[in-house]
């Protein structure tokens, strides 16, 4: 299924930043970036691009998705197997939790975090202690639908990227 749009207005953004994950967050842009040796959380004015506000990753870490629920901001990391909350306004670094399997996308149904490994799985998750509670698998007429990234929770359905291409799914 197609969907038509219109472009309404373009925005400047720090083409140097590897975006893996963007939130709307009280009138300002909250991102997520990855790549080695340069992953941050930041807060960018949406109408000029500025960073107001950044923490770093250490340099060993690859961020990926992020999410805000209840004041928290959650951080996945590709490869490095942690998950990390921060502070929403602040950015403050307050918790590190341990993540069994890679992360790729993350976002939150209201009570329980879901997340991504680009497998056919979806993982949720306590967001207060991040042990995991269910994972389900996601299939089409094909069978298992693998390389699901990026995570957008929407009136009941998560709406994800599939890696590499051009599609997005919709998961009920």
Same mark, same amino acid.
């Given at each position: ?5 219109? /472009? ?9 930043? &590897? ?49 805000? /629920? ?26 590190? &939790? ?25 993982? &949720? ?48």
């Amino acid at each position: 299924v197609s969907i038509n749009y219109r /472009l309404l207005k373009e925005y400047p953004h720090d083409s140097a930043a &590897f975006t893996q994950g963007l939130v709307w967050y009280n009138e300002q842009l909250m991102e997520g970036t990855g790549q080695f040796e340069e992953s941050n959380i930041r807060r960018v004015e949406l109408a000029t691009g500025k960073v107001l506000q950044q923490t770093n990753n250490t340099k060993d870490i690859f961020g990926e998705g992020i999410t805000i /629920l209840n004041g928290k901001l959650y951080q996945l990391t590709w490869q490095n197997k942690k998950a990390f909350v921060y502070d929403a306004k602040t950015l403050k670094l307050l918790q590190e &939790f341990p993540l069994n399997t890679e992360g790729w996308g993350i976002t939150h149904n209201g009570t329980e975090l879901i997340v991504s490994d680009g497998s056919s799985n979806l993982y &949720f998750f306590d967001p207060v202690t991040f042990k995991e509670l269910r994972r389900i698998g996601v299939y089409d007429h094909l069978g298992p639908k693998g390389n699901i990234n990026e995570l957008e929770y929407i009136n009941g359905y998560v709406y994800a990227n599939v890696w590499q291409t051009d599609y997005i799914i919709k998961i009920d």
